[in-house]
């Protein structure tokens, strides 16, 4: 069994910044690609951005240019840094990943429970 866990969210000021850090556990083979995710209040989730094993990131037109996105393997831990954060950044964030758990099958995809962020002065 995997599991995806999130950590890092909060309260946080308008114009700072927040580093949310995603951790998969249990039986894992192998990691692949990792992705961000976001849902605020009444409207669709929406992907902030991904990253391959190799550590290509790419990004979201909503947070292009203020967010990072970096991985370690072999910790299998995904983490995700907003910078300049906006009202507008207010959501639950989710951690999802494709993860190899069998050597007998191919990967599966899998959510973490979600950390809420919340901006605000």
């Known amino acids: 069994q995997v599991q995806l866990e999130e950590f890092g969210g909060g309260l946080v000021q308008p114009g700072g910044s927040l580093r949310l850090s995603c951790a998969a556990s249990g039986n894992i083979v192998r990691v692949f690609t990792m992705s961000w995710y976001r849902q605020a209040p009444g409207k669709q989730r929406e992907l902030i951005g991904l990253i391959t094993v190799g550590g290509n990131a790419n990004y979201g037109a909503s947070v292009k240019g203020r967010a990072t996105i970096s991985r370690v393997n072999a910790n299998n831990t995904v983490y995700l840094q907003i910078n300049n954060l906006k009202f507008e950044d207010t959501a639950v964030y989710y951690c999802?990943?494709?993860?190899?758990?069998?050597?007998?099958?191919?990967?599966?995809?899998?959510w973490g429970q979600g950390t809420q962020v919340t901006v605000s002065s």
């Open positions: 999802n990943a494709d993860i190899k758990d069998s050597i007998l099958t191919g990967s599966s995809n899998y």
